[in-house]
């Protein structure tokens, strides 16, 4: 499994993104966490290619789309703070791997 951050940027105020989050919920088996408006985690098999593929037309056209993996492995390339339900997220999703 591969932890990616996805981010998007909506374009359109009356477009209905509830299809993205849909399909992005189904791609990755509910194994997310939304860590801010139009930011999130996720845990998944796919790469990053596949995501693209099946979140993009899931997207109004004009629309934003940011993938990339993360590798929380060497945290001297992370700075900064997060709520402690993404750490008890991430923590419980990394085990939940190994098992």
């Known amino acids: 499994m591969k932890t990616y951050l996805i981010a998007f940027q909506s374009r359109n105020k009356g477009f209905n993104y509830m299809y993205f989050f849909q399909e992005l919920k ?4 509910r194994n997310y966490f939304l860590l801010m408006d139009n930011l999130l985690y996720i845990r998944t098999t796919l790469d990053k290619d596949s995501l693209c593929k099946n979140l993009r037309p899931k997207l109004f056209e004009d629309d934003s789309l940011l993938i ?3 590798d929380f492995s060497d945290t001297t ?3 900064g703070f997060l709520p402690s339900s993404f750490w ?3 923590t419980k999703s990394e085990n939940k791997l190994e098992e």
């Open 26 to 29: 189904q791609l990755c088996d």
């Open 68 to 70: 990339q993996q993360v």
């Open 77 to 79: 390339k992370i700075q």
């Open 88 to 90: 008890s997220w991430f």
